[in-house]
C-alpha cells in the first residue's frame, strides 16, 4: 500500500485492509479515496498498474466505465441550468432521427433518458459498426421495449444518446463540452478520453480481451465505446479517484466545490432526490439512490446516492454523514464475476462508517 506524505493520521484502517487482501483476488490493483467533511482522510494505492510493473500510486489513471454517466449527466444538467432545454422536454427536439413508428417514441424525454426509464433496452450490440455517428444512429433505430416511464431498466443507449445530446446542445463534441462544463470548472486536469502521453504511462490495465487479442491498457473496455472511438455518454472517460471524488463532493456540496459553482443549487440537489422506483431500484438524475442495505450500499445512510463502473469503479457519497468514497479498481483484469467486487464495495463502505463515524 502506497499511501501520499502528509495524510492524516485519522484513517479508515479497516477500510485500507479490505482493500489491500483483495489485491490479487478481486483486483490487481486498486485506489481508495475517502472524504470527511471535505478533508481528505484517505488516499491510498494497491497493487500494479500492470503484471510485474510499476507500483500503483494514488495518481493511478482507472478506465472509469459507467462513472461516465455521472460526468455526462453533469453536463446535461449544466445546460439544462442554461436553458438550453427543459427535463421533460422530448428528445425528438435534439433527435429528429429518434422518431419512427411506435407513437411512444414521441413521449421519451430527458428526464426519462437521466433516469433509466425510457424504454430503451439496456444495450445493443455495436462491435460490427464503426464510428461514434454510426453507433447513435443504431441507438435512435433501436426499439422501446416498454413504454417511457413504465419501470427502471439500467440502459447504456439511453446514455449514448445523453453524451450525444451534450455535444448537440453544447455545439462541441462531447470531449470538449465535458471539458468546459465539468473538469474545468471542478479543477480536474487529468479525467478524459482516450489517454496518451504521460497520463498513459499511469493508467491502470483491465483485462486480457480475447476479442482485440491483447491486455487493454488506455484502451476502453466497454465494447460499444470502444466501436464509438472510445468516446461516449455511457462509458470512455479515465481518471483518478481524487478526481472523481471531487464529482462527488461537488454534489454534496450543492452544486459547488472549492468556491466553484458547477450546478445551481436546486439543479444539485434534485438530481440527487428521487425520481423513478422499480423494485427495489431508486433513480436520481443520472445518480443510484439507496433502495435498501443489501450490497453495495452497506451501512450507508438513506440518503446515500452513487454508481458503480462495469471495470470495478464506484463512487458513493453520504450526505448525512458527510463522506464520499470513491474506490477504483481493474476488477475485470481478475473477473467478471460481479459478486467479489460488490462485497469488496459494500466492506469497504461499512468500515469507512465504522472507522471514521462511530460515536
Not at 42 to 51: I, K
Not at 205 to 234: I, S
Not at 284 to 311: E, I, N, Q
Not at 349 to 354: E, G, K, M, W
Request: aromatic share 6%.
Amino acid at each position: 500500500m502506497i499511501q501520499p506524505a502528509g495524510s492524516p493520521r485519522a484513517q479508515p484502517h479497516a477500510a485500507l485492509a479490505a482493500v489491500e487482501r483483495a489485491i490479487g483476488t478481486v483486483c490487481s490493483c486498486a485506489v481508495l479515496h475517502v472524504r470527511s467533511a471535505g478533508e481528505t482522510v484517505c488516499d491510498a494505492a494497491f497493487g500494479e498498474l500492470t503484471p510485474g510493473g510499476p507500483a500503483a500510486t494514488h495518481d493511478a489513471v482507472f478506465d472509469l466505465a459507467s462513472l461516465t454517466k455521472i460526468v455526462a449527466g453533469t453536463a446535461l444538467l449544466a445546460l439544462l441550468d442554461a436553458r438550453r432545454f427543459a427535463l421533460d422536454d422530448p428528445i425528438l427536439q435534439t433527435f429528429p432521427e429518434f422518431g419512427g413508428r411506435d407513437p411512444r417514441r414521441k413521449a421519451v424525454t430527458f428526464r426519462h433518458l437521466l433516469t433509466h426509464t425510457s424504454g430503451l433496452p439496456p444495450s445493443v450490440n455495436a462491435r460490427a459498426e464503426l464510428g461514434y455517428a454510426r453507433v447513435v444512429e443504431r441507438v435512435c433505430d433501436t426499439p422501446l421495449t416498454q413504454a417511457p416511464g413504465e419501470r427502471v431498466v439500467y440502459s447504456d443507449c439511453g446514455f449514448i444518446l445523453i453524451g450525444e445530446a451534450v455535444a448537440r446542445l453544447a455545439g462541441v463534441p462531447l470531449p470538449i463540452a465535458l471539458q468546459a462544463l465539468v473538469f474545468d470548472p471542478l479543477a480536474i486536469a487529468t479525467c478524459g478520453f482516450v489517454p496518451q502521453g504521460a497520463i498513459l504511462e499511469r493508467t491502470v490495465c483491465t483485462e486480457r480481451d480475447a476479442y482485440r487479442g491483447k491486455l487493454l491498457r488506455g484502451e476502453v473496455h466497454d465494447e460499444t465505446c470502444w466501436a464509438m472511438g472510445g468516446v461516449g455518454g455511457h462509458a470512455g472517460l479515465f481518471g483518478t479517484a481524487g478526481d472523481v471524488a471531487r464529482v462527488g463532493e461537488m454534489y454534496r456540496e450543492a452544486g459547488q466545490y472549492a468556491g466553484r459553482r458547477v450546478l445551481q443549487r436546486p439543479t444539485a440537489q434534485t438530481a440527487v432526490r428521487e425520481h423513478a422506483r422499480s423494485d427495489d431500484e431508486r433513480r436520481g438524475l443520472a445518480w443510484a439512490l439507496k433502495a435498501r442495505d443489501a450490497r453495495p450500499w452497506g451501512l450507508l445512510s438513506g440518503a446515500s446516492f452513487g454508481h458503480t463502473g462495469y471495470t470495478g469503479t464506484s463512487l458513493f457519497v453520504d450526505p448525512k454523514r458527510a463522506l464520499t468514497i470513491a474506490l477504483l479498481t481493474n476488477r475485470v483484469y481478475i473477473s467478471r464475476d460481479p459478486g467479489p467486487i460488490a462485497d469488496l464495495r459494500m466492506r469497504v463502505h461499512d468500515a469507512v462508517i465504522s472507522d471514521l463515524c462511530a460515536s
